[in-house]
């Protein structure tokens, strides 16, 4: 079993940064992909940054590439998500997930994930 927790949301003004955290515990060790996501009210869940934990490569969803950095730290067992010149329309509850499949090389919008986090509240105002 695997548990995700998030932290590090909040309000940010249009054009700033934050930086959202992802605590894993439990089984990870077999974990491949990681990921976040965000969902707004009324909108479907969609994939934002993933990253392949065994060699750190990254995917970025086209709207937030060049702006947000999906990370790991293997020793804390910890995934970030680094965001920058946010925009209002970046708004949402961003949720950490995991999942044990490597298929589809952790691309986005690939494959099911298995874990997910509670979710943490991200608003951008101008």
């Known amino acids: 079993q695997v548990q995700l927790v998030e932290s590090g949301g909040g309000p940010v003004q249009a054009g700033g940064s934050l930086r959202l955290s992802c605590a894993a515990s439990?089984?990870?060790?077999?974990?491949?992909?990681m990921g976040w996501f965000r969902q707004v009210p009324g909108k479907k869940r969609e994939g934002v940054a993933n990253?392949?934990?065994?060699?750190?490569?990254?995917y970025y969803a086209d709207s937030v590439k060049g702006r947000f950095t999906i990370s790991q730290d293997n020793a804390k067992n910890t995934l970030y998500l680094q965001m920058n010149s946010l925009k209002p329309e970046d708004t949402g509850m961003y949720y950490c997930?995991?999942?044990?499949?490597?298929?589809?090389?952790?691309?986005?919008?690939?494959?099911?994930?298995?874990?997910w986090g509670q979710g943490t509240q991200v608003t951008v105002s101008s």
């Open positions: 990253i392949f934990v065994v060699d750190g490569r990254t």
């Open positions: 997930a995991a999942r044990y499949s490597a298929m589809g090389s952790c691309a986005i919008d690939g494959y099911e994930f298995n874990y």
């Open positions: 439990g089984f990870t060790s077999s974990l491949r992909c």
